[in-house]
């Protein structure tokens, strides 16, 4: 069976794995958080490669709203990032990298959106 068009998409293919890596991360984290950071980061860090996703299926002006959508989860998620690091959750080079695959996605998110004029 064919893969769906969005996975063809170098954001959604970045979007995806930092998500993966969150799922990762936040299932060490201690289990209180399980009902606040940890489901908050995943939430989120779904969002981003969701909506792009189901955006990809829509008209193009309607395709940039969900991408600025994803753009708000992505920068809900860079302060989750902050809060785990701060909180001791996660070290700064955890936190660098996050924070670096974060940029990356939102750099594409951006020339995805800015590419359907």
Same mark, same amino acid.
């Given at each position: 069976? +064919?893969?769906? +068009?969005? /996975?063809?998409?170098?954001?959604?293919? %970045?979007? &995806?794995?930092?998500?993966?890596?969150?799922?990762?991360?936040?299932?060490?984290?201690?289990? =209180?958080?399980?009902?606040?950071? *940890?489901?908050?980061?995943?939430?989120?860090?779904? *969002?981003?490669?969701?909506?792009?996703?189901?955006?990809? %299926? %829509?008209? %193009?002006?309607?395709?940039?709203? #969900?991408?600025?959508? *994803?753009?708000? *989860?992505?920068? =809900?998620? +860079? #302060?989750?990032?902050?809060?785990?690091?701060?909180?001791? #959750?996660?070290?700064?080079? +955890? &936190?660098?990298?996050?924070? /670096?695959?974060?940029?990356?996605?939102?750099?594409?998110? &951006?020339?995805?959106?800015?590419?359907?004029?």
């Amino acid at each position: 069976m +064919k893969e769906p +068009k969005f /996975t063809e998409l170098l954001v959604w293919k %970045k979007a &995806h794995l930092l998500a993966l890596e969150i799922y990762k991360v936040t299932s060490k984290l201690p289990k =209180e958080e399980m009902f606040g950071l *940890s489901s908050q980061m995943r939430r989120a860090s779904l *969002s981003v490669a969701a909506n792009i996703a189901e955006g990809c %299926k %829509k008209s %193009k002006p309607d395709f940039r709203r #969900y991408l600025k959508i *994803s753009e708000g *989860s992505l920068e =809900e998620l +860079k #302060y989750y990032f902050i809060v785990s690091r701060d909180l001791g #959750y996660i070290d700064d080079e +955890k &936190h660098s990298g996050f924070i /670096t695959s974060a940029n990356e996605v939102g750099f594409l998110l &951006h020339r995805l959106w800015s590419s359907l004029g």
